[in-house]
């Protein structure tokens, strides 16, 4: 079986989004950007929401032929078309880079996704994650909470219909006082 993980950037007060979409909060140290790119590179199927994979195949396909791409980007650009993922969303019809679109029960197919035999797996964007959440298919938490207060916007966790009681594995800072936190599912 795969182990799930949910992992994002996100606000003290809980928000991975500020009102409008808007991400200019988050931007990464290099020592932050250098850590989501080893886990990129580590994960054998990313799950993602309509929203977020617009965003990041907006930018992450041609990132590195930017003038002035860092070695950094340069390397998470490649490390993230390389990466096999999956989009769930019945409203595109169209995905490209290593990508295959999923139209049907998300809820079923990621099941049917973990139950599977392979490496761990990665699931993106807060209303995807949060039909995994109630489904109780996440293994793992990962929330790097950067210190800003956005007061409202897209929250990292939605509502539940039960507690999903939790196991602290790892924590660390990160410059600028981003902590990281990893929890585990206690089951």
């Known amino acids: 079986m795969r182990k799930l993980t949910y992992g994002m950037n996100l606000s003290l007060d809980g928000y991975v989004a500020a009102p409008g979409d808007n991400l200019d909060w988050g931007a990464p140290s290099d020592e932050l950007f250098q850590w989501w790119s080893d886990r990129v590179a580590a994960t054998d199927l ?12 907006s930018h992450w396909p041609t990132a590195d032929e930017q003038p002035g791409a860092t070695p950094a980007t340069i390397e998470y650009a490649r490390r993230w078309r390389d990466m096999p993922k999956a989009v769930f969303s019945s409203t595109i019809d169209k995905v490209d880079w290593n990508t295959r679109l999923v139209t049907g029960d998300a809820v079923a197919e990621i099941a049917r996704l973990r139950a599977e035999d392979g490496g761990p797996m990665d699931i993106v964007g807060p209303t995807l994650a949060g039909a995994a959440m109630r489904a109780g298919l996440i293994d793992e938490y990962v929330l790097v909470t950067v210190p800003v207060l956005l007061g409202g916007g897209r929250p990292f966790f939605g509502a539940l219909d039960s507690w999903v009681n939790l196991d602290l594995v790892e924590t660390r ?15």
């Open 46 to 57: 990313a799950l993602y929401g309509r929203k977020l994979w617009e965003r990041m195949s």
């Open 173 to 187: 800072t990160f410059p600028g006082g981003v902590l990281l936190t990893r929890y585990e599912t206690r089951r």
